[in-house]
């Protein structure tokens, strides 16, 4: 049985190389190719390894690479600062022994309960897997209310990807968000790719979407994030805000993140707008 990391790191290496067109790194075309990107030969020469080593490792069989060879690798990739950890992450996983790992409930302690409480933008909290633990009042009135979903569909992707609740909540950099998101995804993957819940999530997005699965192939992987992006409100017209994630305790734990307003901008105006509008419906608790 294949090693569950060293499949995931096969996976990464096979799109990381289609992404690569010979030019990119200075090697002439030819003439007609099969593949979209550098062939494997091609990559085992840049970063200076045996082909046969090289398909070994696409093909997630045992091998062993030492952080040189990883290195090699992730320069003849182009790998930046986020891809180089992952790549490093996958593979030093894949020399060990399957884990065991704490699959314990994720839970948001009451003092990050209050914060959200008293926060005067919007915030969520979202587990490892990009599941919707907590938001306040604020991150309600922008995104929707959540509250009467059944748990297990509150999760980022799963609702970034179902119009039902956010159909005129539309934004023109919708594939950009997809994408932070599925990079974060992956990032968890990395830590735990048999995870059962990550496993149903991208399980039912693959089965069911199309755009999912083409932006999953990507293999792109985000670390820490921000952003920004624009919100289309029926109550308050477009809003543009900043968003970042901030890390909460547990390795790996849950993140807040965070949407913002330039301070005095004609979007805090918005966003102030949309908050007195939403100050006299009953607020409904997340989590």
């Known amino acids: 049985m294949t090693h569950p990391y060293a499949r995931e790191l096969a996976d990464f290496l096979r799109a990381r190389r289609g992404r690569l067109r010979p030019q990119?790194?200075?090697?002439?075309?030819?003439?007609?190719?099969?593949?979209?990107?550098?062939?494997?030969?091609?990559?085992a020469l840049l970063a200076g390894l045996s082909t046969d080593y090289y398909q070994r490792m696409e093909?997630?069989?045992e091998v062993r690479p030492s952080d040189d060879v990883l290195d090699a690798i992730a320069g003849a990739l182009s790998l930046d600062d986020d891809e180089r950890r992952h790549l490093f992450t996958l593979a030093h996983a894949a020399r060990r022994p399957v884990p065991r790992p704490d699959r314990a409930p994720e839970r948001v302690p009451d003092s990050t309960r209050r914060l959200l409480r008293v926060m005067d933008t919007p915030a969520v909290v979202l587990g490892r897997h990009l599941d919707l633990l907590d938001w306040n009042s604020l991150?309600?009135?922008?995104?929707?209310?959540?509250?009467?979903?059944?748990?297990?569909?509150?999760n980022m992707l799963l609702l970034m990807f179902d119009d039902t609740m956010t159909g005129e909540r539309?934004?023109?950099?919708?594939?950009?968000?997809?994408?932070?998101?599925?990079?974060?995804?992956?990032a968890a993957v990395a830590?735990?790719?048999?995870?059962?819940?990550?496993t149903a999530i991208v399980g039912e997005l693959s089965i069911r979407?199309?755009?999912?699965?083409?932006?999953?192939?990507?293999?792109?992987?985000?670390?820490?994030?921000?952003?920004?992006?624009?919100?289309?409100?029926p109550e308050a017209g477009d809003i543009v805000l900043d968003w970042d994630t901030y890390p909460l305790p547990g390795s790996p734990g849950p993140?807040?993140?965070?949407?913002?307003?330039?301070?005095?901008?004609?979007?805090?105006?918005?966003?102030?707008?949309?908050?007195?509008?939403h100050a006299s419906r009953p607020a409904v608790a997340g989590g």
């Open 255 to 277: 993140v807040m993140l965070v949407w913002t307003a330039e301070p005095g901008s004609p979007d805090a105006d918005r966003l102030a707008l949309l908050a007195s509008l």
């Open 170 to 186: 539309t934004c023109p950099d919708w594939e950009q968000q997809a994408l932070d998101y599925i990079g974060m995804m992956r």
């Open 24 to 43: 990119d790194v200075g090697l002439e075309p030819g003439g007609r190719r099969k593949v979209t990107g550098l062939r494997r030969e091609e990559l």
């Open 59 to 61: 093909q997630g069989r």
């Open 139 to 154: 991150a309600e009135a922008l995104l929707g209310d959540p509250a009467g979903l059944p748990a297990e569909r509150l």
């Open 209 to 233: 979407s199309a755009e999912f699965r083409r932006l999953w192939a990507r293999h792109d992987v985000r670390a820490q994030v921000s952003g920004r992006k624009t919100f289309r409100v």
């Open 191 to 198: 830590t735990d790719p048999t995870h059962p819940r990550a």
